[in-house]
Structures are given as C-alpha cells and as structure tokens.
C-alpha cells in the first residue's frame, strides 16, 4: 500500500450549484457561467468562521471541494483509492460528472474506489492524464440523522479531516486487528486476524509474512505461510509474548505488528504491507467499586474533548491536534472522553502515545429516535468507530449515547423505544469487541442496560452548589453498578475576575439533586442557579476545581471523573453567552490559551514541579486602602514562600484539604499603585518561581460613562486594539461587563470570528476593558469601539 496525503491543488465553492456539471462547466466553456470558486488547503471547514459570527446563524448546506488529481498507481491491475479520514456531514464523490460514492455521516472514515471509473477514461479530452475529482459535502439540517441540531455543538460541513490518495495492488488487507489477553503477570497471548480488500474477489494464493516487534523496535516474533485469498475475518498467527510490558498512562508502551502480502497479477509479482500499534493491559470498572488498571487501582483524572479551534473549526491540523494533547498531558490527565462523536486518527494514535484512557462514543446525542436508516446510521457508525479505532490501547469504553433523554426531534418520545435500541447497540458493541465495556451519559431508564453509566451532576453550575459535589456523586455511584462523573465545570470567560464571586450558597436551593434539567443552560428564566446568576468568572471557576479536585482526592470508593470541556468551543445554542454563541467551560481559550484554570488542574494532577500566582490577566485590582486583599497561589510543591513587593510575607505549606490553593494563600495589604507578587517554591528538590504585577486602585466609581480606545503594535506587526471604560470623574471601572462591539473602516482587517477574548468583534468586558487584534495590511484605517451606554470611540492605525 503507499498512501499520500492530497491537501494542496483544491478549490472550494460554499453553495449549492445546479447540479456536479457546474463544477466543470467553466472547463468546457471557455469561463463562462463560472462560479466563484477559492483555492483551499485540506483540512478545510466551510464553517471556520460563521460559526461563532455573533450576527449571523452559521451555514448549513451544500459546500463543493475539486481538485485534478495525477495518479500514477504502481501496481498492476491496482486498485486507486480515496481515504477520507472523515468529511461532514454527508458527502458524495463524484469523477467528473458520475457520482461514485455516498457516504452518511461526518465522523468516520470511509474510502471511495476510484478504479473503474477512471479506467473508462471519459475526461482526457479536457483533462489529459489528470483525473477530475468533485466532492460536495452538506451539512443540511435533517432529524433523521445522528447527531440532533439540538446537540451543544455544531454539526460542520467540508472536508475538515485529512484526505489520502491511496494505492493498493488487486488484493489488500483492510483491516489488520491485534487481540490481546494477558495470560500471567509477564505473559500475554495474542491473535492477529485480518479482512481483505478484494472487491474483484480475485482467488489466488499469496505469501503471507508477519513480524511483531517490542516497544524498544527488537523483533520478539517472526513467521511465513502460503494462503489463499479469504472472504471476511480471518485469524492469522496466534503467539506467545514472554517479558511483557504493560501499557499504561505513566508507561505507554506500544508493540507493533506488520503484515506483509507477496501475490502475482499476471508475470508481476506484487506486496504489500499493514502495521498496526497495540498495547498490552488490563482494566476494569470494579462492581461498586473504583477502576482497576493493570489490577490496581487508578482515579481518572480527565477532561474532554471536540475537534474545535479558533478560525478553523474542525479543520484542525496534525500540528494543532498534537499541541492540544500535548497540554492535555501536561495538565496531568490521565483519562478523556472523546464528545460526542468518533474523532481523528491522529488523536487516538497521540492518546496511545501520551498515555491517556479514552472513552470513545458515537453521535447519538439527544433528540430522541427516528426510523430505520436513522438506526442504521447508528449502527454502521458504532461498526466503523470499532472496527478503525480496535487497536488502540487507550480505548476503553465505547460511548452508545448523550443524553438521549433529552425530548426535541420527534413528535413522539418512546422510552421503551430507545432502550430496545439501546440494547441491541450494547449488543453489537460486545459483539463487534467483548474486549471493551459499554458506556453512555444521563439516560436514566437506560443505566441498566450498558456496562458503566454516567449520570447528571452539575453541582454548582446548573444546579445545587459545589460542596454538594461529593454526596451528589456518592449517590450516583450508589445508584448504578458501574459509575464514571462525565461531564462538569462551569462556563468563565478568559481575563474576568472578581473580588467576591457568586456561589449561590445563600440563594439556592440545596439537597435537590444537582442534575442539570432541560432549559437549564439558558440565561434566563427556570429555578436559581449559578449558570444564570453567576459572574462567569475565572474566579469562580478555579474554587469549584479546587473544591472538586480536594474531594476526589479523599473519595477512595471513585473510580474517575472528566470535566467539560479542555477548551472553549462554538454552539449553536448559547447566542447570549459573553462571546457569542460559544461554550465558555473550556481550561483553554479556542485557540489553546491557558486559562487559569489550567494551573489549578495542574497543582493536583502534574509531576512535574510547577507554580502560579494567581491571575496574570488582570492589570489593575482594587480595594480600599489598607484592606486585607487575598493572594492564592496554585502548586504542587510541599510548601511555597511568596513576596510582595519584594519582601517575604510568609511560608506555607500545601495542604490538599486546606481549601482554597491547598492552604496556599495569603492575605496582604497592597501599596496604592503598582505591586509586584512573587511566588517560590520547592518540590523533590527544585525551585519554581512565577511572579505578576499589577496596578492597585483605591479611588471609587461610579457607573461607566466613556470609553478611550487606544492601539499598540506587536512584535509580528499585528496591532492591538484596546478599549477601557471609565466613569464621568474619568476613574477605570474595572468591574465593568457591558457589551462592546468593534469596527473597522480602511485598509486593515479585523481578526475576529475566532472565539476568543483577543478575536471576537462583539463580546463583553472583562475587568472593564476588551481588545481585539488588528492586521493592518499595509495601509491606513480607523477602528471604533461601541459599548453599549456610552459613546463609540475611534482610533486611527
């Protein structure tokens, strides 16, 4: 087999087109009736911007990929693939004007054999050698698919993962499975089964050779058959590996198994090869009882993820997937929960190797159940997601379901429905692979039927306060066999801190439950909550962490919980949030800026040596002059010494239970002006130190009544625009969170639409200043702040 990715030489039209003629039409016609097509480069999402434009709805139809492809296919009578790594949401190929393949679903991968079609070689008179290759991609609204509109994502459109041109010889594997059971603590025993590609169903013998090679690259197996050509699964070699080396988050150890296939096409002789990675573990979710990894005990610490990122949406890079996982890592997870739908190759092939657990789940998400082809989507989603992604060690759990109590897209809602259908995916999972359990998230009347449920705990966001946390989870752990905390957190906005954060511990209800309830992420209206009634701030949401993660580390009976989500990501359902139409949960910015948050994670789940001072964002705090002001420091070091102003004011030591910053935080008197914080600490014999300074306010104000906007230039000569308002004696209000809306008239560009607090053109305040970044282009322009109440300001750059 030899692969290359075709990501260069395409053209894009967003729209719908007469039919695939128009695609060419210009071809033949001299460029006339042409449409206007723009070159891209693949990975490519026609909705990488609208889907957090705060003015518009985002795009949902039509969108057509074209390309002139060279092939040179080296085999005899080979075959000419395209491998789609997945293009959404439903997608036709098309040769020229002849359609060639349909495929349904934005999420897996399929391939589309191109073989025959080229053969009859209808497009060389306008072509020459190359071949013409139209793609639409259509991410239309429809009910009777997976996932519903009404899921907390969007559902994008394009080619928005990777694309393959792909060369295989008449007989190929296409799919090479390792199966793994460990025999004894050093032994384990494998089987290695394969399933052939061989549409012509071609019947000949081939030579058949297979090397297994330890994680350090020696090989520790090595074998040679003759066999005939078979239909479906086969079982290849089952061996014995001696000295085993498990896999495991803080080891990942990866074997790899090649299968090389020697056949003849005539007087030409032919190979080709598949490798495969795999791992060897064990695991299991204890009946009433923790997670056991390799037969001991491990809490998974985890967050989850969306294939979602700032001016790309799902287009995401090898590059900008690596750099994810990578703070994923080093934030200290050991677990993540794939939302809510099969995701790229490359992320599972970097859980194997980072050593993060994976629960992997198809888009059923929401809306009830349709007819038949809707189930049989489901179905084939479930098969292809098991069958691409066997191999990985990380894989535990296979997600049936999100919220599938949750009522919208039908006129009926059938409960028994959904669980005989539910049933019978638990029963293709273990058929497809007992090697793995079955899981899904808050569907309470269908709990029994799956291996490990999470149910709907939200203490402190939608419901409840946080110190409800650990009851409310012992509950759900107490209430189902096999129990996992999916999903929790709270939305905050990157740069927004607050003095005194909002809890709720006064206004609301407790002992309730604190399962989130249809309408409750909606800002207004429904039962008192955090959600509606909070600040959104970093502030509140790096106490809940810290409440959350001090608990789980006395809560022995756990066997793992994931908070929603590592980063921030578009919706079509949040319209009111403080950047429009974006899920404000994330650790990280959009565009993979850490928040706070971040290090508040990392002060309970990292190794490695680390220390922040809290809230580097913010350039001036305030009080009155005298007061007591609270400085917390997140770390995992024993103990940390902080200054100010260049004097020690003290050393603490870290104590998990010592809520907040595990005793970590002192209470100062600030200078009036500017201060200087410095935090030391050591752990296992190395010093960290991180230091902020700020500006301390100590005049009072009043309500905002003019803005002053001004404009610095980066070191990549990009400008940043910045807007603070004041009240009418002319003091900051740094509490400030009105809306603000920039704009721009000349030469330059805003760059905004990218769901941050640097890349978005409506948003609010945060500490009562906003900005937004600038390409000036070369030339000159005026860029105009709009806050609501006060009157536009202007900036020439």
Known sequence: ???????????????????????????????????????VELPHCFNGEDSVDPDVLYYQGPGWYRTLLEVDNPYPNGRTLLHFEGAGQNTEVYLYTEQVARHVGGYDEFKVDLTEQMAEGKYKELFGNKVPVAVQCDNTRDLETIPSDISDFNLYGGIYRYLNLVYVPEISFEYVHIATEVQSENNAEITVRAKLYNPLKRSQSVRLSLVVRDPDGHAVHQQEWTAEAWQGWKDLATLEL??????????????????????????????????????????QFVKQGPFLLNGERLLLRGTHRHEDFAGVAAAMTEDMIRSEMKLIKEMGANFIRLGHYQQSR???????????????????????????????????????????????????????????????DFDTFDEEEIRRFMKELHDLSHELDDSRVTGIRRCEFCKDIIDVYSPSIWAGWYRGVYPEYEASSRAGFEGTDRFLHLEWGADNMAGRHVEAPYTGFSEIKTGDGTDERDGDYFLQGGDPRVSSLGDWSETYFCDMIDWYLKSQTQMDWLTGAAQWAFKDFSTPVRPDSPIPYLNMKGVVQRDLTPKEAYYVFQSYWSEKPMIRVYNHSEAIRWGQPGEKKLIKVYSNCEQAELFLNGQSVGVRKRDAQDFPCAGLRWEVELAEGENEVRAVGIKNGAQVADEIRFVYQTEEWEQPASAVLSANRLEDGLMKVEVRVYDRNGVYCPDANLFVRFGLAGDGKLLDNRGTVLGSRYLQLAGGR??????????????????????TVFVEI
């Open 770 to 791: 906003a900005a937004i970044l600038v390409d000036p282009q070369g030339g000159r322009s005026v860029v105009s702040a709009a806050v609501d109440g006060i009157p």
């Open 242 to 283: 001696t000295d085993v080396k498990r896999w495991s988050p803080d080891h990942p150890e990866l074997y790899s198994c090649e299968v090389v296939m020697h056949g003849a096409t005539g007087e030409e002789a032919w190979e080709t090869s598949h490798a495969e990675r795999f791992g060897i573990r064990t695991f």
């Open 346 to 408: 490359i992320v599972l092939e970097l859980c194997d190797e980072l050593g993060l657990l994976v629960w992997e789940e198809i888009p059923w998400c929401r809306g009830g159940i349709g007819g038949e082809a809707y189930r049989q989507q489901c179905r084939d989603m479930l098969q292809a997601m098991i069958e691409q992604h066997y191999n990985h060690p990380s894989v535990i759990v296979w997600g049936l379901g999100n919220e599938n109590d949750w009522e919208s």
């Open 1 to 39: 087999m030899k692969t290359k990715r075709i990501s260069n030489g395409w053209e894009h039209y967003r729209g719908s087109l007469g039919g695939v003629w128009e695609v060419w039409r210009a071809y033949k016609l001299n460029n006339h009736y042409n449409v206007p097509w723009s070159a």
